[in-house]
C-alpha cells in the first residue's frame, strides 16, 4: 500500500548549496519529494536577492553582524514568530531539523509544542567554538560548554557568560523538541550520549549514487584534490606549507582547490610567497556534476582538518570515486578512512607528515590502486544509497 503523502518541513542554516552537510540535506529533500512528499524548507539569509522556490522559506537576517549576533546570543523576536507562523500555516506532520548554528536558541524556542528529529552535522550543540577539539592545538575535548572553555583557550572572558547563556537557552527547549538525535558517526553519537542529549541513534550517511557508476581511473598524474570551505578549521594551510617538499618529490605536481571561503586572500598570498602559483589552481565553488570530474582526475584526496569532523563526506566521496584519501586522524574521519587500507592518517598540524604520506601515495600506482579499490568497496557496501534511502523514509513511521 502507498504511503500517504505528507506534508515534511526541514529546517538549515541555509539553502545554498556549500559543503558536505548541505549536501546531505539536498539529498534527503530528494528522497523525501521523490517518494511524494510535499517538502518545505525553513532557512536564514540576510540577502534579500535570494529568490527560492515557493517551497523554500527563508527568514531575512539582519544586514548588520552585530544584530546578527545579538539575534543568537539575546533574541531575536522577529525569528521566533515568523517561524511560528511558518508552522501554524503549514502544520507538517514531519519536521527534520539539520544544521542550526545561526539562531538554535531562537529555532527551538518556536518549535515548542511541536516535536522534530535532529541529526548532528557537527559539535555546535555541545561546544562553544563548533570545533569539538581544543581550538590552539586540535587537541580532543570532551565538550560541554562551561568554563574549561575559557581555562582552555577556546573563547575569551567577555565570550564566556554569552555562550553559557546561549548554552542554557538552548537546553530550556530542546530536549522538548527534538525525540530523536541522529549521528552520522559513532564518535558524536557518544559525545551526545555523554553530554545528555538522548536518545541517540547512529545513523550513517552516503554517498550521491552518480559514484556507484564511477569507472575508477589510475595513471602516473600527480594530481591532489582538496574540497572543502576555505577556513582555518579545514586546514588547508597546513595542506599548503607540505607543497614545497612534494613539489621536490614530485616536480609535476597539481593542486586542485574546490571551495570558497574567508581565508581564500590570505591562502592565495601564502601560495604566491612559496612561489606555487603554477602548482595551484582556486577553483573557487564547484557544482556537483563539476565535483564529479574533479574526483575521476584526482590521484589523492587530502582531508587536512583540525576540527573534530564528525563524518567528512568529501571523503567518502573520493574513496567512492576510488581516490585513496590522507587525511588527518581526528573525529569521525577514522571511522571510513581505516590506515593503511583506505588511504593514509596523519597528525592534525602535521605539514611534514601530510608531505609523506602524499609522496608515499604518489609514487606509488599500485598502492593507490589497492587502497582506492578497498575504499570503494567499503563506502558502496557500508554507505550504500539504497539503505540510506530506506532509513531516510523510515522516519516518516
Known amino acids: 500500500m502507498p504511503m500517504k503523502s505528507k506534508t515534511i518541513l526541514m529546517l538549515n542554516d541555509h539553502i545554498h548549496f556549500g559543503g558536505g552537510g548541505d549536501a546531505v540535506f539536498q539529498l534527503e529533500r530528494q528522497i523525501f519529494e521523490q517518494a511524494g512528499h510535499q517538502v518545505y524548507t525553513y532557512s536564514m539569509s540576510p540577502d534579500a536577492q535570494v529568490k527560492p522556490s515557493a517551497h523554500d522559506i527563508i527568514f531575512q537576517e539582519p544586514a548588520s553582524y552585530l544584530q546578527r549576533r545579538l539575534g543568537k546570543f539575546v533574541i531575536m523576536p522577529k525569528l ?168 621536490r618529490a614530485l616536480p609535476k605536481l597539481s593542486l586542485n582547490i574546490a571551495g570558497r571561503g574567508a581565508l581564500t586572500s590570505s591562502l592565495k598570498q601564502k601560495v604566491t610567497q612559496l612561489e606555487l602559483q603554477a602548482r595551484v589552481n582556486f577553483l573557487g565553488f564547484q557544482s556537483r556534476a563539476e565535483l564529479l570530474q574533479l574526483y575521476q582526475q584526482a590521484s589523492v584526496v587530502v582531508m587536512p582538518s583540525i576540527w573534530c569532523e564528525q563524518f567528512g563526506l568529501v571523503g567518502l566521496e573520493a574513496l567512492a570515486a576510488g581516490v585513496p584519501v590522507v587525511a588527518t586522524d581526528i573525529g569521525g574521519i577514522p571511522e571510513w578512512c581505516l590506515h593503511e587500507k583506505h588511504g593514509l592518517l596523519v597528525p592534525a598540524r602535521d605539514s611534514g607528515q601530510i608531505a609523506s604520506a602524499v609522496i608515499r601515495l604518489l609514487r606509488d600506482i599500485t598502492l593507490r590502486r589497492h587502497y582506492g579499490a578497498a575504499g570503494r568497496e567499503f563506502v558502496l557496501a557500508e554507505f550504500a544509497y539504497q539503505q540510506y534511502q530506506q532509513n531516510i523514509l523510515a522516519q516518516l513511521d
Not at 83 to 95: A, E, G, M, S
Not at 215 to 230: C, K, M
Open 80 to 247: 521566533v514568530q515568523h517561524l511560528r507562523d511558518v508552522l501554524h500555516r503549514l502544520q507538517p506532520d514531519f519536521i527534520k531539523l539539520h544544521l542550526l548554528a545561526k539562531y538554535p536558541a531562537e529555532i527551538y524556542a518556536a518549535l515548542k509544542g511541536y516535536k522534530a528529529v535532529q541529526i548532528l552535522h557537527g559539535p555546535n550543540l555541545f561546544c562553544a567554538t563548533g570545533w569539538g577539539a581544543l581550538k590552539i592545538n586540535s587537541n580532543r575535548c570532551e565538550q560541554g560548554i562551561g568554563r574549561k572553555c575559557y581555562q582552555r583557550g577556546c573563547v575569551n572572558l567577555a565570550q564566556l557568560p554569552l555562550h553559557m547563556n546561549l548554552d542554557r537557552r538552548i537546553k530550556h527547549n530542546i530536549h522538548d523538541v527534538v525525540t530523536k538525535f541522529l549521528a552520522p558517526s559513532h564518535q558524536i553519537a557518544q559525545t551526545a550520549h555523554d553530554l545528555g542529549y538522548r536518545p541517540v541513534e547512529y545513523f550513517p550517511l552516503t554517498i550521491d549514487p552518480v559514484f556507484e557508476d564511477i569507472e575508477p581511473r589510475y595513471d602516473d598524474r600527480a594530481n591532489i584534490l582538496f574540497v572543502g570551505a576555505l577556513v582555518e578549521a579545514k586546514g588547508l594551510a597546513y595542506l599548503i606549507e607540505a607543497l614545497p617538499a612534494i613539489v
